[in-house]
């Protein structure tokens, strides 16, 4: 079946730090593969995606490249700040069928 | 386009009573579904469905009914609140073509409390 590994958190961060938050995959075919972000009390968005092997999704930032040999869609942001502090979620999408989300990660952002 | 919209935001329930989630789309999505959303656990598929008509069960559809009767409307309901069902559930839709995005658009949650 379908799953989705996120890193656990939650992961805490100073200011103009580097972010990255690993994420791998487990799907039959090609998925396309996608980043949600849920800010306190607030639904989700979708903050990047991307639809076949070595796109590379980019958004206010964060940056994620679909490696199909390593099965892994790695959220990397080079220098966050305290509004980014969210939780941010991995998801897989195989075709019709509905999204497989990961377990989520907190991102903490200290002044 | 107000995007997905959900009904109502806040719900408290007594245990055995039977309530629907409502939640509607104006972007012609053929696709839409439900999520809970409980501590840990990230979201988890309840029902979906692909079209006017089509519905499918997803990982966790106990205790819960779907219809789809319009393209914009996919009401959820419960049969008979449980405590174990207190979460928050999101509504969510997406075209399903690969070649225009296909990504889900979330509605804002209903947090729903069991006592």
């Known amino acids: 079946g379908n799953s989705v590994t996120q890193m656990e958190g939650p992961v805490t961060l100073s200011e103009e730090a580097f972010l990255t938050i690993n994420c791998t995959y487990t799907?039959?075919?090609?998925?396309?593969l996608f980043w949600y972000v849920q800010y306190p009390g607030e639904g989700l968005q979708l903050l990047l995606k991307?639809?076949?092997?070595?796109d590379k999704g980019s958004n206010k930032g964060f940056e994620a490249t679909y490696r199909k040999e390593t099965t892994s869609f790695h959220l990397e942001k080079g220098s966050v700040q305290v509004s980014d502090s969210a939780v941010y979620f991995c998801?897989?999408?195989?075709?019709?069928?509905?999204?497989?989300f990961g377990s989520g990660t907190r991102l903490q952002v200290q002044p | 386009n107000a995007g997905v919209t959900q009904t109502p935001k806040f719900q408290v329930l007594k245990t055995g009573q039977s309530m629907t989630l409502q939640c509607a789309q104006d972007?012609?999505?053929?696709?839409m579904s439900w999520y809970r959303q409980d501590p840990g656990m990230g979201l988890r598929l309840i029902h979906y469905?692909?079209?006017?008509?089509?519905?499918d069960q997803g990982e966790v559809p106990n205790g819960y009914n779907v219809s789809r009767s319009t393209t914009e409307d996919f009401p959820l309901r419960l049969l008979s609140a449980a405590p174990s069902q207190t979460s928050v559930y999101f509504c969510?839709?997406?075209?399903?073509?690969?070649?225009?995005?296909?990504?889900?658009?979330f509605g804002p949650g209903t947090r729903l409390t069991v006592t």
């Open positions: 469905s692909v079209g006017a008509g089509i519905t």
């Open positions: 972007m012609n999505h053929e696709y």
């Open positions: 991307a639809t076949k092997a070595d």
């Open positions: 998801a897989l999408k195989p075709g019709r069928r509905a999204l497989t």
């Open positions: 969510a839709s997406s075209t399903t073509f690969r070649d225009r995005g296909h990504e889900q658009y």
């Open positions: 799907a039959t075919g090609y998925p396309s």
